[in-house]
């Protein structure tokens, strides 16, 4: 069976630094996604960041970048030049192509200090 | 556009009540999903809709949840009877495809 593993229950950063959340998977299965979703206190869970497994390259957006490791099983959240907005609870999840559900980590709450 | 919205937002009841939760997914959205997350764990998968028909509930807890989905749009998820173990937030989230998947803001539910 797919896990998704997430080993940091909390981090924090100051504002303006980088962070990197950290997330594991297993998974027997080659052609699958991998996503970075955050929910703000209070507030609807928003896509940060997807990955497919077969792209090689790194997905971006903006100030959000993962690393993806496929044969170490390891998708990692970048985050540069942390905002207070930035604070929230970050999930990682998988889904296998072919399949539509989404299997979750147990998230990390990031606190961005000021 | 609207996003997925869930009613209620919060709703406490007491152990053996009956509670019924709503999604709206995204106008044109085909695919919508149930997830709970229980206090600190994993966000874990309850069941799919693709339209009206349940593509997957292989998620669902035991048969005291029972979800519909009139007519292929919002959908309902009712618990009956509640017991504590119940508690939790329930998120639903729709989709067009078979990737991304949007999520509403949850509906916390405590059983008491």
């Known amino acids: 069976a797919q896990t998704v593993t997430q080993s940091q229950p909390e981090m924090s950063v100051q504002e303006a630094e980088t962070v990197t959340l950290s997330c594991t998977y297993d998974t027997s299965e080659s052609d699958y996604y991998l996503f970075w979703y955050k929910q703000p206190p209070s507030r609807q869970m928003i896509l940060v960041i997807r990955?497919?497994?077969?792209?090689?390259q790194n997905a971006t957006e903006n100030r959000f970048s993962v690393n993806f490791q496929k044969a170490a099983k390891s998708f990692s959240l970048k985050i540069s030049d942390s905002q207070l907005g930035d604070a929230a609870m970050y999930f990682c999840?998988?889904?296998?192509?072919?399949?539509?559900?989404?299997?979750f980590g147990t998230g990390t709450r990031l606190k961005v200090l000021a | 556009e609207a996003g997925v919205t869930q009613f209620p937002s919060h709703s406490v009841i007491e152990k053996g009540q009956t509670v019924t939760l709503r999604c709206d997914p995204i106008s044109g959205h085909d695919n919508l999903y149930w997830y709970r997350r229980v206090m600190g764990k994993e966000i874990k998968f309850l069941l799919h809709?693709?339209?009206?028909?349940?593509?997957?509930e292989s998620g669902m807890p035991n048969n005291r949840f029972l979800a519909e989905r009139t007519g292929g749009t919002y959908s309902t998820l009712k618990v009956q009877p509640a017991e504590l173990e119940d508690s939790g937030v329930y998120f639903c989230?729709?989709?067009?495809?078979?990737?991304?998947?949007?999520f509403g803001p949850g509906t916390r539910l405590l059983v008491l």
């Open positions: 989230a729709s989709s067009q495809g078979a990737t991304t998947q949007y």
């Open positions: 990955q497919e497994a077969y792209k090689q």
């Open positions: 999840a998988y889904s296998h192509s072919g399949t539509y559900k989404y299997i």
């Open positions: 809709f693709v339209k009206e028909s349940k593509q997957d």
